[in-house]
């Protein structure tokens, strides 16, 4: 991903938090999709990025809504491993 690309994802999220208003809760999750990890890394991956995710679905449930989501990675140092998976930015 180029240096432009992170640039313009990250100002499409602050701009949509900043469309939500302050009227309402925000939030920001993160949901893991799949992993890429090296040889015999699975079980710590598995657990570090289990860590890290949020179910999107259960806040859509409990009546919050996505203003907009961004395809993100996270680099996981710990388990040499990364998680790769979806940022959402939520209103309620």
């Keep these: 991903m180029s240096d432009n690309s992170v640039k313009i994802k990250a100002i499409i999220m602050f701009i949509a938090i900043l469309v939500v208003g302050c009227d309402s809760k925000q939030k920001v999750i993160y949901q893991v999709d799949s992993m890429e990890y090296r040889q015999g890394g699975y079980p710590s991956c598995n657990k570090d990025c289990g ?30 491993c990364t998680c790769i998976g979806t940022e959402y930015v939520l209103k309620k």
């Design 51 to 80: 860590e890290i995710s949020e179910d999107l679905q259960t806040h859509l449930s409990d009546g919050w809504e996505v203003v907009t989501s961004s395809p993100k990675n996270h680099p996981m140092s710990s388990s040499y």
